[in-house]
């Protein structure tokens, strides 16, 4: 008994040391990691491993005594998992993570944001999980984050100087390239951080060295699409303005190949080509003109592309020894072409380009498995513009018309990463009567973000007098130039599950250090799980966690863009003074964290059906929001709060049953959600914190603003089903997902009345959608596999968000009935 104690002192020993701080804390502003902090780290995961083995009898030696039986058998719920078979069944359209997770319960989309009014776009749509910002999830690619910290919340897709665009899913993946996709929501493990809503981890699929190749071809188009937009927006729907489409053809071509190289070696690679063709109205000036003017221009449709090109490569080895490693190659690359009927002889292309590099190393110890991982990734969202020149040209001769054409050139966000995790998984160990079951690890994260300019851009007013001069009354300059900001975070993670007869514990505490708002956070997190009756069938579930979010970088790039602009001429007069300087302030603030409460209840109905529920309840704390103007300068603070609600009952599949000659899986989710908000969370880091008793105005009604109607990713009630069924046999599968959105309120600002704001609302209907897919493998033509994918079936059209204030009874509708065609072959 004696040895037993000292080997847990010696772990304990271990884990002690792991928890100190590590050698130096204050990071230097460097693109690199601090060779102190890894050397650290290794030590750390050394140091604990060495006492675990420690604590194990010596090969051949008699155990002291009988490890203790696991007696709690069913599954532990962490994520939800969409593996190759539900994604293959999944009508989603456009094949992004979005479409796909989309009837998750946590997850609300925003109706006013929706692609209904641009079906022809590819833009992934954002999302929240447990009404938290949407830009607080983090998107991962086999562990590594692939999330845009710079500027996820611009949706602005018209030009402007030093405005880029970009979404947070910096890789735009197509789910036709992953294995499955792994979804927190709720009682997160420790190992993630950096995010206050959920995590979405997509899993690139092992080669298994098949030597097999698939090809697949999909098509859709506006004639396959029923659509209605509001009135207020048919003219810019109709011309495929920036952000409408209203013609177009989509071409997804995908191919994926399993290869093996050798013995031990094995290859995929997938290739993945999305192209959506939208005819867009563009203003052309006449250049066979004596002199170029706008009357003389014409509004001519041409078609512009929206294309995602998708690269996934992975070469698998086992080296022997328990040792295995996996290199992946990553890029995705989305260029969406735009033209505007307002700039004459105007062009721009919105850029979002990904691409990354990693190395796992998974060795089989001992004592347990330990996980290496490396990885760099490039993010880069930029605008290019046909010109570098913006001019509003006018006319000395009012016989002329006046017209603005050009660009400020080529602008981008660029943020490099630079990822180290080490992992190390402990066998089940015993102390006494309580098994316990340890992992711990640490992860550096270094991130370059940058805001550049490649060349100087000029935007001018002037004016061609008659005598063929031009007379500039306004020129500023843009300067080129590179502005950045290096940020450096370390996370240190440990967990320990105590089995003891029909009851887990499992606590938690993750620990991170940032040099950006340099705050060290604790995340402590715990959770309880009762086998009931010791058989795995009824499971009770409590948990409660702290999640610390990601710092939005965009907000210190702001001053340093302002630095690089000159007025240079002002009313007709050479000036060259700086431009208006933003000063930013963002000092002392704290790092926005929530807290989650977690409650689940699971109980299997038979060997075939399982029956669940959840309520978890979010409290965010210290969300970052702006004050000020941009001549006075702005200054942060950690005025956002919210608090959410989020109730679940569900009915799964354990294992397929038969019927109709068919095999059938499914399940059905009923959600309800409550939410909270003194913020509007469609902003991100530009936000306003709103005080809830100020009074406010709605359709005439005045109230304290915490009784407004909530709006903006919030849909009290949502109901969600899938059911597939399969006839193998005959080589035929069909996918069916239901979804129903309760009633909910509309909501939109419509200006201030003597200093009190008003809004404007409208109820809006509930609605129900039904996607179905039905697939089919003939058997008299191998490898061949042809689909037909119907979205809203029941080509319901509904009001789903007002689209502005000042006219309500006009709203976003739903996309009605789309289908698509796909054919697939494999050899």
Request: hydrophobic share 35%; charged share 20%.
């Amino acid at each position: 008994m004696a040895s037993h104690h000292s080997r847990f002192r010696a772990a304990a020993a271990s884990v002690s040391f792991c928890a100190q701080p590590a050698p130096t804390l204050a990071f230097q502003a460097s693109p690199r990691f601090s060779r102190n902090h890894l050397a650290w780290a290794v030590a750390c995961m050394l140091a604990m491993q060495g006492a675990q083995a420690q604590s194990q009898p010596a090969e051949g030696a008699a155990p002291e005594s009988e490890m203790p039986t696991v007696h709690v058998q069913g599954e532990r719920i962490e994520a939800r998992v969409y593996d190759r078979a539900e994604m293959d069944a999944t009508p989603e359209g456009n094949r992004d993570l979005t479409s796909l997770i989309s009837n998750h319960p946590a997850v609300r989309l925003d109706p006013s944001m929706s692609n209904s009014g641009n079906r022809g776009s590819l833009a992934p749509e954002a999302f929240s999980v447990h009404g938290e910002s949407p830009f607080q999830n983090q998107y991962l690619i086999d562990g590594i984050s692939g999330t845009n910290s710079i500027n996820p919340q611009e949706t602005q897709t018209g030009l402007q100087a030093g405005r880029v665009p970009g979404f947070a899913q910096a890789y735009n993946i197509d789910t036709d390239l992953i294995d499955q996709v792994q979804v927190y929501d709720s009682r997160v493990p420790v190992e993630f951080g950096k995010f206050q809503g959920g995590v979405v981890d997509a899993r690139i699929k092992t080669p298994t060295g098949s030597n097999k190749i698939s090809i697949k071809r999909s098509f859709n188009s506006s004639n396959l699409t029923q659509q209605q937009v509001p009135n207020v927006d048919e003219e810019e729907w109709r011309n495929g303005e920036p952000g409408y489409s209203s013609v177009w053809k989509k071409h997804f071509t995908s191919m994926n190949g399993d290869f093996r190289l050798t013995e031990d070696t094995t290859a995929l690679i997938s290739l993945s080509r999305r192209e959506s063709q939208i005819q867009r109205q563009a203003k052309v000036l006449d250049h066979s003109t004596p002199i170029l003017n706008g009357k003389n221009s014409t509004l001519e449709m041409r078609d512009s592309k929206d294309q995602v090109d998708n690269l996934m490569a992975k070469l698998h080895t086992n080296w022997g020894g328990g040792t295995s490693t996996n290199l992946l190659l990553k890029y995705s690359d989305r260029q969406e072409n735009l033209a505007s009927n307002t700039y004459a002889d105007t062009s721009w292309i919105n850029r979002q380009k990904a691409m990354g590099l990693a190395f796992d190393l998974n060795q089989q110890l001992a004592s347990g498995k330990m996980t290496a991982t490396f990885g760099v990734d490039q993010l880069n969202a930029s605008r290019e513009d046909s010109s570098n020149v913006f001019v509003i040209q006018q006319f000395a001769d009012k016989s002329l018309s006046s017209y603005t054409s050009g660009g400020f050139g080529i602008e981008s966000l660029e943020q490099r990463q630079y990822t180290g995790k080490l992992r190390m998984d402990w066998d089940p160990f015993s102390t006494g009567s309580v098994q316990h079951k340890v992992y711990a690890g640490a992860q550096l994260q270094s991130t370059d973000a940058s805001f550049v300019r490649a060349q100087d851009a000029y935007s001018l007013v002037q004016t061609l007098q008659t005598d063929g001069t031009q007379k500039i009354t306004t020129r500023n300059q843009y300067r080129a130039g590179n502005v950045g900001v290096d940020y450096n975070s370390l996370g240190l993670f440990l967990s320990d599950t105590m089995q003891w007869g029909n009851w887990a514990l499992t606590a938690a505490a993750r620990l991170e250090r940032d040099d950006f708002l340099k705050n060290t956070n604790l995340a402590p997190r715990a959770r309880l799980d009762w086998d009931v009756l010791g058989d795995g069938r009824t499971q009770l579930g409590l948990g409660w966690s702290r999640y610390f979010g990601q710092d939005l970088l965009g907000y210190a790039l702001r001053q340093g863009k302002s630095e690089l602009l000159t007025y240079q001429i002002q009313k007709g007069v050479e000036v060259n003074k700086p431009g208006t300087i933003e000063y930013n302030q963002f000092d002392s603030l704290k790092t926005p964290h929530s807290d989650e409460w977690a409650f689940t209840a699971s109980q299997q109905l038979s060997p075939d059906l399982e029956a669940g529920f959840s309520y978890v309840r979010r409290a965010s704390r210290d969300g970052l929001t702006r004050n000020g103007s941009s001549a006075a300068g702005y200054y942060y603070a950690n005025g956002a709060t919210a608090k959410a609600e989020t109730a679940t009952v569900s009915l799964r599949t354990l294992r397929p049953w038969k019927a109709a000659a068919g095999q059938w899986t499914g399940r059905v989710d009923f959600s309800w959600q409550s939410v909270k908000r003194n913020h509007d969370v469609t902003e991100g880091w530009e936000t306003e914190d709103e005080a809830p008793d100020e009074i406010i105005s709605v359709n005439g009604v005045q109230m304290q603003r915490k009784d407004k109607p909530a709006s903006g990713f919030h849909v009290p009630r949502r109901f969600s089903a899938t059911l597939n069924g399969r006839w193998a046999q005959a080589g035929v599968t069909w996918g069916n997902r239901l979804n129903w959105n309760s009633a909910r309120t509309g909501i939109g600002y419509a200006g201030t009345v003597k200093g009190v704001q008003q809004f404007n609302s409208k109820r809006l209907a509930s609605y129900l959608t039904w996607d179905s897919s039905i697939s089919y493998q003939p058997g008299w033509a191998k490898g061949v596999t042809l689909s037909l994918d119907i979205l809203n079936v029941l080509n319901k059209r509904v009001p789903l968000a007002v689209t502005t204030a000042s006219a309500v009874n006009n709203a976003r509708w739903q996309t009605g009935r789309e289908i698509w065609l796909t054919a697939g072959y494999e050899f």
